[in-house]
């Protein structure tokens, strides 16, 4: 079975890593995949800093108005077919390290067990870059991020979302995506606005 999609519009994350964004800082200069602190070997920022933007509504009119929150990590690990690309969902290692992220479904934390973010593109393992980790998506700031989302075959509706394997990976979904939150035990990392289709 295909996966379902559901439009950058149609959800927003619950930033579920720990810290709040740094009112001191703003949009790094050069944006948030800039070269010289997005997918480097020496962090740039100190691990696990947040900013906190407003999105407005891209050229086109397309996005939502809302706040966003990025975070500052680290991609430990990523699945070797499925690289990292903009719009793939990524969790906490399975090393346990809040900050370490990785999109593999086979060294992340545990299905529906971590916090969750979004790549802003590609990027190489153990580099340090931005990921969107809270609020609508700032496609105002990085406009690779408009576009479909994936959620399992089971479908993903309005609610709450936790995050889960995808039945059918691909370089184009990634190895994770969206499902309808199960039980209390899960994770909620997202709040979905539209049935998947």
Known sequence: MANFTIDSEGFYLVDQFPGVPDVRLSVPKD???G???HNVSAAAY???TKIQVYNKLTAAGAGVLGYSVMLYAKL??????NVLAARHFVTQHSDAVPYDLTNDAATDIGTGCGAAAVGLGPMTV???GWFWCGGVCPESFVSDLGGSYYARETGAVIGTAMLSDLATAGTTAGELGLATAAGDAMVVIAVINVNAA
């Open 126 to 128: 153990d580099y340090y």
């Open 46 to 48: 100190p691990i696990g």
């Open 76 to 81: 430990e690990m990523q699945d070797a077919t």
């Open 35 to 37: 070269a010289d602190h």
């Open 31 to 33: 944006g948030f995949t």
